[in-house]
């Protein structure tokens, strides 16, 4: 067990561009979570899922943004149309069973828009 | 939504004394409270939790108090040590209704230990 594993580390890009984060959780874990952290702050939920359902979404989450966790397993994160506002720390965490389980995050992407 | 709230912003202590973070909740059904350290450029990492049928718990130099009827719970760190120094989250969520599992986070507060 390697914990929660998230790739790239950094991403640096245009605004306009396309970006997508991939998050692999604990192994069995079948929740798994994103949250987005900008400079001094906690982590600000953005969206879950359980197994391979989106449960939940943010109203952080704009129609620029989409999440999939296709089998289960990894989760992937898209932006499209990448804006200024978007640069912080996109973390993915996972935990096991239902609500109220300890969450277990990645070290995170982080996103800089030029 | 829920609103936790997290004092103070910034605490310095000396090695060996103790330190304290508190924080404050609004939504009276939130009954898990996690805490968080995070270290700079690294993941936030789970040091410690306490669900709301428990009013203390403890982990050698660590323990988190709640008190439901005044929404507020509190992180102690005795015989504090530079390693200690971080940023620290606390964290709410529930396991009924609407937004169920999700986490809230307070601001933070950036501990630094003084050798």
Request: charge should be neutral; glycine fraction near 8%.
């Amino acid at each position: 067990d390697t914990g929660v594993s998230q790739d790239p580390r950094h991403k640096i890009t245009k605004r306009g561009q396309n970006v997508t984060f991939r998050c692999d959780p604990i192994s069995e874990h079948n929740r798994l979570y994103w949250y987005r952290q900008t400079l001094g702050q906690g982590p600000e939920f953005l969206t879950y899922f359980q197994n391979e359902a989106q449960l939940e979404k943010s109203r952080l989450l704009s129609d620029r943004f989409s999440a999939e966790r296709p089998k289960g397993s990894f989760s992937t994160l898209e932006i499209q149309r990448t804006e200024q506002g978007d640069s912080a720390m996109y973390l993915c965490a996972s935990s096991t069973g239902g609500a109220n389980q300890p969450q277990h995050f990645g070290d995170g992407t982080r996103l800089s828009i030029l | 939504g829920e609103n936790v709230e997290q004092h103070p912003s910034t605490l310095s202590v000396q090695e060996g004394d103790s330190a304290v973070i508190k924080c404050t909740y609004s939504d009276s059904a939130s009954n898990y409270f996690p805490w968080y350290k995070q270290e700079l450029g690294k993941r936030p990492q789970l040091i410690i939790d306490i669900r709301s049928n428990v009013g203390e718990k403890k982990d050698q130099r660590i323990a988190v108090t709640l008190n439901k009827t005044a929404k507020h719970f509190s992180l102690h760190i005795t015989e504090t040590q530079p390693e200690d120094s971080a940023v620290y989250f606390c964290a709410a969520s529930k396991d009924r209704g609407s937004t169920l599992g999700r986490l809230y986070f307070g601001r933070g507060t950036q501990l630094t230990v003084w050798p």
